[in-house]
């Protein structure tokens, strides 16, 4: 029968032992440690025609941290330069960051000539951190100290002795590609909850494959207050809160009303988001910001918890390059903001339609009907042209003293009005 997982290694033979003992001393002569001198980003770094160019993006220069005889006498193409093991995982480490190395087969026919390359894994977690795990060089020359510890024979005869400083001491973390890396003291690691599987960058961006956890602990997460433990979530969080306190070894979990940008995709899970336009009010609305929208209200976003994607920053840019952005809803699709709400078509159509219910304009319930313009109008100038016969005719009648005054006065203000027909009717704005 087939064992798998626990059962497949209980009740293993000691020739079997012996085999893979073997196979491990044979490996640990192929992986060594070793610090990174430099990393090889762009054109600018020294190395870069070296290793191959724009082909040997992510080679780094490595210095050996152990004691490695098999190391010197590998027949090792490339020197003390180390390529990526996994090309299609661009996690290159910083200078002064510990990787593992791998002597394996390259290019040269390693077969035959028994040839082969360096090849270099993640950073080794030196100080479990996500940041950085950089550590300074203990054999680098006097010179990395600072400036009151860097005295000559000569100068301490003189008097000018060493002294102890209270300057930091910087460490080069970025290389000769001319990186931008600065290390930064409040930089937190998330927290994990057991089954948890989270990719973290080195700048407060994340991803966490999680789900409901609720447990009791110093440090929990507000997102798994209602549904099972076990319902899937999925978090993506770019950038900290920038108020973030300095103590940076303290884990953090994902705020999703505080963290600069986050997507997330949601099972059973309830957030607690601060949407922008909710409003105080009295009962049930005071929770729901869209009551006063439509006339059926969505259950409130802090209430919500069903299925659901959430994007939250501080703006939203929706923007498509050769086609359209399309809307659809099983229920409502409501567009709320404290400012304006602007609707533009440049060379088409603004087209607003209900199959079923009413256009309202002003308010939910609106109960005034719109006037329909061009068929208003027509007969609204059909009732001038009576009028303007009428005053025709009273202004003719003599026996009449006044009317003719009257009829002239009232033919003037008809004209007027028919000479402004067609701008009365909005050549953009048609109803059904």
Known sequence: MLKTGVAAISGGSSSSNSSA???????????????????????NSEYFNAVGGWSGIGTIKFQLTEAAPSAQTKNNTKGSFARPLLPFL???????????????????????????????LNPIGLWNSQHHNAFPDNYAPYNTSAPSMQK???????????????????????????????????????????????????????IRLGATSNVTAEITNNWSKSGANG????ILRNGQPPTSQTDGWI????????????????????????????????????????????????????SFNQQQVILNSGRLLFNTSTDSILFSSQKSI??????????????GNVSILSDKGNVSIGQVNAAQSAVLGDAFMDQFLALLNSLSQLADALNKEPSLNATPAVAYLMKDSITNIQNQIPNLVSQKVKLA
């Open 21 to 43: 003992l073997s196979a491990l001393n044979s490996l640990s002569d192929n992986v060594i440690s070793a610090r990174v001198i430099d990393v090889v980003l762009n054109s």
């Open 90 to 120: 661009k996690n290159y480490p910083l200078v002064n960051e510990f990787v593992l190395l791998f002597f394996l087969p390259n290019q040269e026919k390693s077969q035959i000539s028994g040839n082969g390359d360096y090849y270099y």
């Open 152 to 206: 000559s024979v000569f100068d301490i005869t003189a008097g000018n002795v060493q002294k102890q400083s209270t300057q930091p001491l910087t460490l080069n973390l970025n290389g000769n590609s001319g990186g931008t890396f600065i290390e930064k003291p409040n930089i937190h690691p998330i927290l994990p909850f057991a089954g948890d599987n989270i990719f973290e960058g080195r700048f407060g961006n994340s």
């Open 231 to 234: 319902n899937p979530i999925t």
């Open 251 to 302: 884990p953090v979990t994902e705020d999703v009303n505080v963290d600069l940008s986050s997507i997330y995709l949601t099972s059973n899970q309830q957030i607690p988001l601060d949407i922008a336009v909710a409003r105080k009010a009295e009962g049930e609305a005071s929770t729901i910001p869209f009551s006063a929208v439509i006339s059926k209200a969505p259950i409130s976003p802090k």
């Open 334 to 347: 409501v567009l709320e903001a404290i400012e304006d709400v602007g609707i533009k078509s440049q060379n």
